[in-house]
């Protein structure tokens, strides 16, 4: 199976039109439509934006007996 992959913009509501494939006709396809995750639309990222209350001692070490090379 052949893969070809290619990025697009939609510029009508429901619509979205493919020119230049790699492929023949009268081949069978299989269409695949994942959206692109934009870094506007990224709400994971700005969820906790703003929910940090204080810092406890932010440039101690963490789990150091968890280290080997510490050890």
Not at 27 to 48: F, N, W, Y
Request: charged share 30%.
């Amino acid at each position: 199976m052949r893969a070809h992959c290619l990025e697009k913009t939609l510029t009508e509501d429901g619509a979205l039109q493919l020119d230049s494939l790699p492929f023949q006709k009268g081949d069978t396809v299989e269409v695949i439509l994942l959206e692109r995750a934009s870094e506007s639309k990224s709400t994971q990222a700005t969820s906790l934006k703003g929910s940090v209350l204080r810092y406890d001692a932010p440039t101690n070490p963490v789990a150091l007996e968890d280290w080997e090379a510490a050890r």
